[in-house]
């Protein structure tokens, strides 16, 4: 995903179940006291879920329907004063066509991790089957507005306090387990941990390698979501010449699914 603007000027005494999923092959040296994760294969998963943002044109959902998509996560909000104009329109439109659907927000630092909660679901308007998602990377654009570790476990505690639903949490691995990431090599102070809140909120990885890097603090769950493509067009194929674009939109970020289709209605229907 990317952030609006291109160029800038564990918490205690919160329970959650625990869900599992698939698991990628981690290659970086582990923190002490962290298990080697599992490989699994690049073709284990659905590949039945894009995601959106107004930087992409929508021609007709129902296409995109038809192209084997069952769910669209698009982009809500981001930092805590900008909304995504197409959000609420596409939204009716989306769920019309029979789509499933998740809102995202883009997390900085320029706000408190509180009041970014708020602004998401605000705008969001989370409904019993919608699902929510945290974009916890780098702004490679401006690093001084890069959301900080202790801002998104208060985002993720305000999501759930408001709904009692945890939000996902889209990363990269390397940006999770604290290594230089983008032009300007920015990275964590430390690596994400399984004590972390995140590590309770399924994780929503980033990695458009063939073989995907786990994060440490997932190390023991796994991906619930895998983003293996971005910015998909028919001119633009993942992986040599497949090409992964999808009927009624310009261009969209491709993922796969831990899971069957059965197993995705039931996790996205399950977030009540």
């Not at 290659?27 to 107004?54: C, E, F, K, M, Y």
């Not at 390698?209 to 971005?230: I, K, S």
């Given at each position: ?37 599992t ?8 590949d ?21 998509i069952l ?17 609420a329109?596409?939204?009716r439109?989306?769920e ?22 708020r602004?998401?679901?605000?705008t969001?308007q ?15 654009g401006n690093?001084?507005?890069?959301m ?6 208060t985002?993720v505690?305000v ?44 994780l929503?990885?980033?990695d ?15 991906w ?21 674009t999808v ?10 699914f831990?899971?069957d ?12």
């Amino acid at each position: 995903m990317i952030p609006r603007r291109t160029v800038l000027a564990g918490l205690a005494g919160l329970t959650v179940p625990a869900v599992t999923g698939c698991a990628g092959r981690q290659t970086a040296t582990r923190p002490p006291g962290v298990a080697q994760p599992t490989t699994s294969s690049t073709a284990a998963g659905l590949d039945a879920v894009i995601d959106l943002s107004h930087n992409v044109t929508v021609d007709d959902f129902t296409l995109v329907r038809r192209s084997n998509i069952l769910a669209v996560v698009h982009k809500a909000t981001e930092g805590g004063d900008w909304i995504d104009p197409s959000y609420a329109g596409r939204r009716r439109h989306a769920e019309e066509a029979g789509l499933l659907w998740g809102a995202y927000h883009f997390g900085t630092r320029q706000y408190s991790g509180a009041d970014q909660a708020r602004a998401f679901l605000a705008t969001a308007q989370p409904g019993p089957k919608t699902l929510m998602a945290l974009d916890f990377e780098p702004n490679d654009g401006n690093p001084r507005n890069t959301m900080t570790l202790a801002q998104a476990e208060t985002f993720v505690q305000v999501v759930y306090q408001a709904t009692r639903r945890m939000p996902l949490v889209y990363t990269h691995p390397g940006w999770a387990n604290g290594a230089p990431a983008g032009r300007r090599s920015i990275k964590l102070p430390e690596p994400v941990t399984s004590a972390s809140l995140l590590a309770r909120c399924d994780l929503w990885l980033a990695d458009h390698r063939e073989e995907p890097e786990l994060p440490f603090a997932w190390a023991d769950r796994g991906w619930r979501l895998w983003q293996y493509a971005a910015n998909q067009t028919a001119g633009d194929g993942a992986f040599g010449d497949t090409s992964r674009t999808v009927a009624g939109v310009s261009h969209c970020d491709r993922n796969l699914f831990a899971g069957d289709a059965a197993a995705l209605y039931r996790f996205w229907n399950s977030r009540a």
